[in-house]
């Protein structure tokens, strides 16, 4: 059955497929995961908070985009961020903003979705006592969540995001919707270019698997290493 | 130092303190006692603000504590609490955790707020562990760690809630050493507590709590010679039996 594959095809695109795709891809993983954990836990501030309309707003935000399929956000923003940066700016004509940073942007703002959620239950697994011990010692707000509830919180949540990354490192591919190359659009590339659909397609699967499958027992082993003693 | 004046708090429809009124002055310890429930903890964290209140003002050193224009962090870091749970920092080290607010809330040094925590530590007989975490120490190492906490502070007064009810039997001495001693230096402190040997040994008066109001406020011969109301002799003879 495999007699008429050309497993070749894989060796000859390997510098393409990784240098350029995967190195996409990695890229856009890391960048949108740290982005995405720094608006989440902002976003999970503000649903926290007993600010009026802050928590709403904010809640707003989380359930939207948590209601939508990426594919449709990716799109979407593809189309319109240049229409935003236009009328943000005043120019005359849509900004080009190219096609990574739509990508990045668009992962950035989604993921913060789910990074908000994951960081609120952190929060919230936090003790009452230590909120009440900080402030008792006179810390003020963003003290108290920046040495005390934050920490503690991001500790207990590791294994948690570091899981979300690992999906969204698989979500990354949907970037072949707006043609971007990452590393399964470069396999997807070759494969068409090469009528070697079935290698390419296979050896990609393998890729993710054994990426996301390595990530994952790694995460699990941290899990053991961040734990904080109580 | 401390004033509390017609204090009336409510949770929802449910009113769980009522009209309480009493004074700790300069040095003085106070003891709260009353059976679980009656308001105790509630009433010392309205003190530094950590619980709000509906009615009636509380003073600290002239300063009103329910007042919107009263930093509270500011008047917190000046008031020592040492809680039921200890709620020692569990991601930070003895030292940092005696350290921390010495540096992002009084502004010192991190070397001077070392050697201010190392001699705590040393005060509540606990050198040997200024590396270790919270996690690692018993109850009532955490517990003497926590007082070290607050005192880094250098509090004006001190507010204990329940500080020995979470510990194992043989480690409550450990922590009423410590807060005898602070006593006979001289701190003002209000203790919630059911020690009736501490209430004894130091408290200047006794305040005594039931069902959100202060039913008793006599010094502490009094309070254990000739309890006025009779839910206060209810409750001696209760403790006191065994």
């Not at chain 1, 990695?26 to 802050?54: D, F, H």
Request: charged fraction near 20%; include cysteine.
């Amino acid at each position: 059955m495999f007699a008429n594959f050309d497993w070749d095809v894989i060796l000859r695109s390997l510098p393409y497929l990784f240098l350029d795709g995967m190195r996409f891809t990695i890229m856009l993983t890391l960048m949108a995961t740290g982005g995405g954990i720094v608006i989440g836990t902002l976003l999970a501030l503000a649903r926290l908070s007993n600010i009026p309309g802050l928590s709403h707003v904010a809640g707003a935000y989380v359930n939207l985009i948590r209601s939508m399929p990426l594919v449709l956000v990716i799109f979407w923003f593809y189309f319109l961020v240049p229409y935003i940066g236009q009328w943000i700016t005043g120019a005359s004509r849509p900004i080009q903003v190219g096609a990574f940073l739509s990508a990045l942007v668009t992962f950035t703002l989604f993921e913060a979705a789910y990074f908000c959620e994951i960081m609120r239950a952190g929060i919230q697994s936090i003790p009452r006592g230590q909120v009440q011990a900080a402030q008792a010692l006179g810390m003020t707000y963003w003290t108290a969540m920046g040495e005390i509830i934050l920490p503690q919180a991001f500790r207990n949540m590791v294994p948690v995001l570091l899981t979300q990354t690992i999906i969204l490192f698989q979500d990354t591919s949907l970037v072949y919707v707006i043609s971007v190359t990452d590393f399964f659009g470069a396999a997807s590339k070759v494969a068409q270019r090469d009528g070697r659909l079935v290698e390419m397609y296979l050896f990609a699967a393998a890729v993710y698997f054994v990426i996301s499958l390595a990530a994952s027992h790694w995460v699990r082993r941290l899990q053991h290493r961040v734990a904080i003693i109580r | 130092m401390i004033t509390i004046s017609n204090v009336s708090k409510w949770y929802g429809t449910m009113q769980v303190l009522k009209n309480c009124s009493t004074e700790v002055a300069k040095g003085e310890v106070v003891v709260v006692c009353g059976p679980s429930g009656s308001g105790k903890s509630t009433l010392i964290k309205c003190v530094n603000g950590l619980e709000p209140f509906e009615e009636g003002t509380i003073t600290v050193d002239g300063i009103s504590v329910g007042d919107r224009k009263t930093d509270l962090p500011k008047l917190r870091a000046r008031i020592g609490m040492v809680f039921q749970h200890f709620e020692l920092f569990p991601h930070l080290s003895v030292m940092r955790n005696l350290a921390l607010a010495q540096i992002k809330v009084l502004g010192r040094d991190p070397k001077a707020a070392d050697e201010k925590g190392r001699k705590l530590l040393e005060r509540v007989g606990l050198s040997a562990h200024a590396d270790k975490f919270p996690g690692q120490l018993s109850g009532g190492q955490q517990q003497r760690v926590a007082i070290a906490r607050a005192l880094a502070m250098d509090p004006i007064a001190m507010l204990f809630d329940e500080p020995t009810s979470a510990l194992d039997p043989e480690m409550i001495n450990e922590v009423l050493d410590v807060m005898v001693a602070l006593a006979k230096d001289g701190m003002t402190m209000i203790v919630v507590t059911h020690e009736m040997g501490f209430a004894r040994k130091v408290a200047n008066r006794v305040v005594f709590m039931d069902k959100g109001e202060i039913v008793e406020d006599a010094p502490t011969a009094d309070f254990f010679g000739k309890p006025r109301s009779e839910r206060a002799q209810m409750f001696l003879s209760k403790i006191l039996q065994h």
